[in-house]
């Protein structure tokens, strides 16, 4: 798969991690990476780091960001590390990267990914997103399911056309045709600046939701390219490609994670339509969260012994 296809979806996800706070990253970054190249180090650390102390409260969000220029490079490596294995990413390769940052992007690329899905950071964004449009303090039990979020956020989107088609309306209107409407209506109809203010916020939360729903649609090509990271030959230092990789069996042992994968899938699909077409939804949700929590589990650990197997095969191609 190539960088033209995938970098739409690669774009939206910095666009969401900029509008939430995280320092800028470019597709760019992703594309280098990819090929593990030593300039996208030390921004994949950062954006790491960022997200293993990701925080709803943009203060905090903030503080971190300005703590990692403030930290050594052993410290933030070894932060990093501790809290990624305490997660449960215990690849080898990774753990055993110095900690100089000057190499191992391709490395931090992976260890993105599999973060990225570990903490369902884009859910959580739109958990976010929803509560700050609604102002709802609900608790997080009643958008567990990502197909109920992903329909909030069309409900979300629908209403915000709507508002913003009333707003754009009231500023055209006569002062004659001011009778029909209401009372807060009127006030914004007095002080056309504040149509405007709205107009701007809506327009800042329609772009967002905008990219949540782009992202729901195409992050199977997201996915796609970053399996076709961990496909990336490794090479020498005379950059030759190492051809003694025993292909069958690693072939064998990819299609072996992903027909678990679309087992796991297939069983969370079912849990969710149970979710949806039972009322008493405090009955199962425990059993639920429950069966969640264990496929999450099982996808981390056949990730890693995917990777783990890639680098035996390597290590082996090395030896010999």
């Given at each position: 798969m190539s960088l033209e296809e995938v970098r739409p979806i690669i774009d939206c996800f910095c666009q969401i991690l900029s509008l939430h706070g995280f320092s800028i990253i470019t597709s760019e970054t992703f594309r280098l990476a990819k090929y593990d190249q030593?300039?996208?180090?030390?921004?994949?650390?950062?954006?790491?780091?960022?997200?293993?102390?990701?925080?709803?409260?943009?203060?905090?969000?903030?503080?971190?960001?300005?703590?990692?220029?403030?930290?050594?490079?052993d410290e933030i490596v070894n932060i990093i590390k501790d809290d990624l294995y305490k997660r449960g990413y215990t690849y080898d390769h990774f753990l055993s990267l110095d900690n100089n940052m000057e190499k191992g992007s391709r490395q931090l690329l992976v260890c993105l990914g599999w973060l990225i899905y570990h903490i369902k950071f884009i859910e959580k964004c739109m958990k976010l997103c929803l509560k700050s449009i609604s102002n709802d303090n609900q608790t997080d039990k009643d958008q567990n399911v990502k197909c109920d979020l992903i329909e909030q956020i069309k409900q979300a989107k629908r209403s915000n056309l709507k508002v913003r088609s009333r707003l754009q309306a009231i500023e055209h209107m006569d002062l004659q045709e001011n009778r029909h409407m209401s009372s807060f209506e009127i006030q914004l109809y007095q002080y056309p600046h504040l149509i405007s203010q709205y107009l701007i916020e809506l327009d800042k939360e329609h772009h967002k939701l905008s990219l949540f729903l782009y992202w729901n649609k195409h992050e199977n090509i997201f996915w796609k390219w970053m399996e076709s990271v961990l496909d990336q030959p490794i090479t020498i230092e005379n950059n030759e490609l190492l051809r003694?990789?025993?292909?069958?069996?690693?072939?064998?042992?990819?299609?072996?994670?992903?027909?678990?994968?679309?087992?796991?899938?297939?069983?969370?699909?079912?849990?969710?339509?149970?979710?949806?077409?039972?009322?008493?939804?405090?009955?199962?949700?425990?059993?639920?969260?429950?069966?969640?929590?264990?496929?999450?589990?099982?996808?981390?650990?056949?990730?890693?012994?995917?990777?783990?197997?890639?680098?035996?095969?390597?290590?082996?191609?090395?030896?010999?």
């Open positions: 030593n300039e996208a180090t030390v921004p994949l650390y950062k954006l790491i780091f960022e997200l293993i102390h990701f925080d709803s409260n943009p203060t905090n969000q903030e503080l971190f960001k300005n703590k990692f220029s403030q930290m050594s490079k003694d990789v025993n292909c069958q069996y690693l072939e064998a042992e990819r299609q072996k994670f992903n027909a678990a994968i679309d087992t796991l899938d297939s069983a969370l699909v079912q849990l969710e339509q149970l979710w949806i077409s039972n009322d008493n939804h405090q009955s199962i949700e425990r059993d639920v969260s429950l069966i969640i929590t264990s496929i999450d589990t099982q996808i981390s650990s056949l990730f890693n012994q995917l990777l783990n197997n890639k680098s035996l095969l390597r290590n082996k191609s090395f030896s010999e």
